[in-house]
Nanobody
Framework: QYVESGGGLVQPGGSLRLSCAASGFTFSEYAMYWYRQTPGKERELIASISVRGARTTYADAVKGRFIISRDNAKNTVYLEMSSLKSDDTAVYYC??????????WGQGTVVTVSA
């Protein structure tokens, strides 16, 4: 189970910190991933983090602006977003799978970037 939170309305150039609380599996044994989806488009993988947090990867669209991190003691993964643009408007999800076709998803958290 995944419970995402922290979304909201933010002005261009602003920042947000998303959280995702995971349960139902041994969190510390899985890499974690953040995705986002906009209407009419496929879910997009935007960031990943290794089991201990030593390695991170980012999609080109968010590289240099977003930071993924995790707290294994809290079974939580975070996404720190800065220099937000209107193109970042989407529903954001986390998952322990690197596939957008994974069967289980949370409700997501909505991020709207608008003046």
């Amino acid at each position: 189970q995944y419970v995402e939170s922290g979304g909201g309305l933010v002005q261009p150039g602003g920042s947000l910190r998303l959280s995702c609380a995971a349960s139902g599996f041994t969190f510390s044994e899985y890499a974690m991933y953040w995705y986002r989806q906009t209407p009419g488009k496929e879910r997009e993988l935007i960031a990943s983090i290794s089991v201990r947090g030593a390695r991170t990867t980012y999609a080109d669209a968010v590289k240099g602006r977003f930071i993924i991190s995790r707290d294994n003691a809290k079974n939580t993964v975070y996404l720190e977003m800065s220099s937000l643009k209107s193109d970042d408007t989407a529903v954001y999800y986390c998952n322990a799978s690197p596939s957008r076709l994974a069967p289980n998803w949370g409700q997501g958290t909505v991020v709207t970037v608008s003046a």
